[in-house]
């Protein structure tokens, strides 16, 4: 099992609706959670951090937090196609050290 | 407050040399962590360094090495480069260590002919 894993994609919405990413990790241990969106040819951008169960909210932005489940998802509402990118989930792995772990990031294309 | 900076963005080496990158964190941030990005493999820890001290390593052979400076700055090295090295290194600052809120730098684009 990877340590932290996301559909590739790509996830095609049509413009205002709702574009849900999804994202599991193994590590029970882990308690930092962190959504990342890359446009194409740019570096990671931080969007959202959540390290509590339940919703964060942020504009448009929630991110959702099941640790027992170990599962984390983000959702865009109102999905615009400038939000057309490649968003990572992240994960801290305490073990060894400490280090932010990536899924492989899902590709999300919104339709005008 | 300025972003992350790195230096070069492009670079083109041929295999067997070596090379070194440069990352200057956001003022205030004493953590840097290094990434390697592929399209194969996504984005790979490297090494995170905190005072200076090296405080982890990734799975990268010992080709890879890195270093802090008394000012947060870092760099890192890449020697006898192989046609696999080619990729996007990433350096991302955060706080403190074991701050897992990183900043991400635009990234140095490594080809190796």
């Known amino acids: 099992q990877k340590e932290v894993e996301q559909n590739s994609g790509p996830l095609s919405v049509p413009e205002g609706a709702i574009a849900s990413l999804n994202c599991t990790y193994s590590?029970?241990?882990?308690?930092?959670f962190f959504w990342y969106r890359q446009y194409s040819g740019k570096s990671p951008e931080l969007i959202m951090s959540?390290?509590?169960?339940g919703d964060k909210e942020d504009g448009r932005f929630t991110a959702q937090l099941n640790k027992a489940s170990q599962y984390v998802s983000l959702l865009i509402r109102d999905s615009q196609p400038s939000d057309s990118a490649t968003y990572l989930c992240?994960?801290?792995?305490?073990?060894?050290?400490?280090?932010?772990?990536f899924g492989q990031g899902t590709e999300l294309s919104v339709k005008p | 407050k300025a972003g992350v900076t790195q230096t070069p963005r492009y670079l083109i080496k041929t295999r067997g040399q070596q090379v070194t990158l440069s990352c200057s964190p956001i003022s205030g941030h004493r953590s840097v962590s290094w990434y390697q990005q592929t399209p194969g493999q996504g984005l790979q820890f490297l090494f995170e360094?905190?005072?200076?001290?090296?405080?982890n390593k990734g799975n990268f052979p010992g080709r890879f090495s890195g270093r802090q400076f008394s000012n947060s700055r870092s760099e890192m090295n890449v020697s006898t480069l192989e046609l696999g090295d080619s990729a996007l290194y990433l350096c991302a600052s955060s706080l403190e260590a074991r701050n897992y809120e990183q900043y991400f730098g635009p990234g140095t684009r490594l080809t190796v002919t």
């Open positions: 992240a994960v801290n792995w305490d073990n060894q050290g400490g280090k932010l772990i």
């Open positions: 959540i390290y509590s169960n």
């Open positions: 590590d029970r241990g882990s308690q930092s």
């Open positions: 360094y905190f005072s200076e001290t090296q405080r």
